[in-house]
């Protein structure tokens, strides 16, 4: 791929080596990029490929300059300095990477491993819009109801029992406002981990993002948000064929 970044991109991580608490036989030291990650990028890279859009993949193991539609990027990650899963560093490396190239406009951030590109979105992304994949559930489901939370998300929640959850797995958006929602969650969860050292009592967050990630949406977000079939197809429902921008799963 060109050293020049391309304006409209789908961005997305691949950590390797460390604990994912959905995929626990993922824990393996080897860092080869080649093995683990191309195959589980495959159907993204060939779905972006179709629409002439590059998939930047941030990892930790070795960089792969794959063809003009998917780069792996090699990026320094320090987990000792994280009391975090991967689900929260991933967004940290996203907003690095995107301050890091100005040149990009348009952003979709999406799971590699699981999302396909069905519709090409760009042109039709609103400055100061938000746009969210989503799942038939609301906020009191088991994986943010029952996942640690800071008391200031929990008593929000409680406010709100019946949002609609939103699902991080598709978040699309300018460049300015993906970094703006990038930057409150990274600096939510850093606060986090100073007051746990600090021994603030239910201060931490638990294994997932989730509850962080539709607490920012709705907290700071709400008249901005979208979310939908415009987006995104059916959670868990396998659509090949959709209007939808993305398939997630």
Do not use: C
């Not at 907003?95 to 040149?103: D, G, Q, S, V």
């Amino acid at each position: 791929m060109d050293n020049k970044i391309e304006s409209n991109v789908i961005l997305g991580e691949f950590i390797l080596g460390n604990n994912d608490p959905q995929h626990p036989q993922s824990l393996d030291e080897s860092l080869d990029s080649q093995a683990k990650i191309l195959p589980n990028v495959e159907e993204l890279r060939k779905s972006a490929e179709y629409y002439l859009t590059p998939v930047y993949v941030l990892t930790n193991g070795n960089s792969i300059d794959m063809s003009k539609y998917l780069e792996v990027v090699h990026t320094e990650i320090d987990i000792e300095k994280y009391d975090l899963s991967i689900y929260f560093i991933r967004w940290e490396l996203a907003l690095n990477f995107l301050i890091a190239h100005p040149e990009i406009e348009k952003i979709a951030l999406v799971d590699v491993t699981d999302v396909k590109m069905l519709n090409y979105p760009y042109d039709l992304i609103e400055g100061g819009k938000l746009y969210f994949g989503d799942e038939f559930k609301d906020i009191s489901t088991g994986i943010v109801a029952n996942d640690q939370k800071p008391d200031y998300i929990a008593d929000f929640f409680g406010e709100n029992p019946r949002l609609q959850l939103l699902n991080p797995g598709v978040i699309v958006g300018t460049r300015s406002i993906i970094i703006e929602f990038l930057t409150i969650f990274v600096e939510a969860f850093t606060n986090a981990q100073v007051k746990s050292i600090e021994n603030v009592p239910e201060s931490s967050f638990g294994q997932y993002e989730m509850a962080l990630v539709n607490y920012v949406a709705y907290r700071y977000f709400d008249d901005r948000l979208v979310w939908g079939r415009k987006v995104s197809t059916l959670f868990a429902y396998n659509e090949e064929t959709s209007s939808a921008w993305f398939k997630h799963k």
